[in-house]
C-alpha cells in the first residue's frame, strides 16, 4: 500500500517537473524573439506578418484576381432573390455564392519571413489570371492542408 503510494507520488512530481519545463521553454521562447521593429514594438516575425498582410490587403481589387471570379461565375437561378451569380469551385466543380469561394494560387506566393522572401512573394501574389483559380471555402482548407504535408 505504501509503496503503492509513493509510486503515485513520483509519477504526479513527474508531470509537474514536465510542465513546469514546458512552461519555462514558452516563457523562454516568448522572450528570447526581440522587438526590433516599429519602435521596439514588433518583433521580426510579427513585422513580416505585418507586411504580408498589407500587401494581400492590396490583391483585393487586382484585375486578374477579379477576371478569375468573372470567369468563374453564372447567373444564379435559385431562390434567393438578391443573389445575382454563383461561382464555380475549380476542385469539387459545385457552385456557392460568392462569400463561400476564395481566389487561389496555383504556384503559391510562398513564404515572406525576410527581406530575402520579399521578390518572389510580390512576384507570385501579384501574378496574372492563368495562375488563379476559384475555389470554394472547404477545397481551399483541403488544398493547403495538403501542401503542407507535402512540404513537410
Ligand atoms: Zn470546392
Ligand atoms: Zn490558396
Same mark, same amino acid.
Given at each position: 500500500?505504501?509503496k503503492r ?6 509519477a504526479?512530481?513527474?508531470t509537474?517537473?514536465k510542465?513546469?519545463?514546458l512552461?519555462k521553454? +514558452?516563457?523562454e =521562447?516568448?522572450? @528570447?524573439?526581440? +522587438?526590433? =521593429? %516599429? ?14 498582410s498589407? $500587401?494581400r %490587403?492590396r490583391?483585393? /481589387?487586382?484585375?486578374p =484576381?477579379l477576371?478569375?471570379l468573372k470567369r468563374?461565375?453564372?447567373v444564379? %437561378?435559385?431562390? %434567393? @432573390? =438578391?443573389?445575382?451569380?454563383? /461561382? ?5 466543380g459545385?457552385?456557392?455564392k *460568392?462569400?463561400? &469561394?476564395? &481566389?487561389?494560387?496555383i504556384?503559391?506566393?510562398g513564404? $515572406? @519571413?525576410? @527581406?530575402?522572401?520579399?521578390p518572389? /512573394?510580390?512576384?507570385n501574389?501579384?501574378c496574372e &489570371?492563368?495562375n488563379l483559380?476559384v &475555389?470554394?471555402?472547404t ?6 492542408? +495538403? *501542401?503542407?504535408n507535402?512540404?513537410q
Amino acid at each position: 500500500m505504501r509503496k503503492r503510494r509513493s509510486k503515485v507520488k513520483r509519477a504526479r512530481n513527474d508531470t509537474t517537473y514536465k510542465a513546469r519545463g514546458l512552461e519555462k521553454k +514558452k516563457r523562454e =521562447r516568448k522572450t @528570447k524573439a526581440p +522587438k526590433t =521593429r %516599429n519602435m521596439q514594438t514588433m518583433s521580426e516575425s510579427e513585422f513580416w506578418s505585418f507586411i504580408r498582410s498589407a $500587401l494581400r %490587403n492590396r490583391t483585393r /481589387f487586382w484585375k486578374p =484576381r477579379l477576371e478569375a471570379l468573372k470567369r468563374a461565375r453564372r447567373v444564379y %437561378n435559385g431562390p %434567393n @432573390k =438578391r443573389q445575382k451569380w454563383e /461561382f464555380k469551385c475549380a476542385i469539387c466543380g459545385n457552385h456557392f455564392k *460568392q462569400t463561400q &469561394v476564395e &481566389v487561389n494560387h496555383i504556384i503559391p506566393a510562398g513564404s $515572406l @519571413k525576410s @527581406k530575402e522572401d520579399l521578390p518572389s /512573394f510580390v512576384e507570385n501574389l501579384f501574378c496574372e &489570371v492563368d495562375n488563379l483559380e476559384v &475555389v470554394c471555402k472547404t477545397c481551399h482548407k483541403e488544398h493547403h492542408k +495538403k *501542401q503542407e504535408n507535402v512540404l513537410q
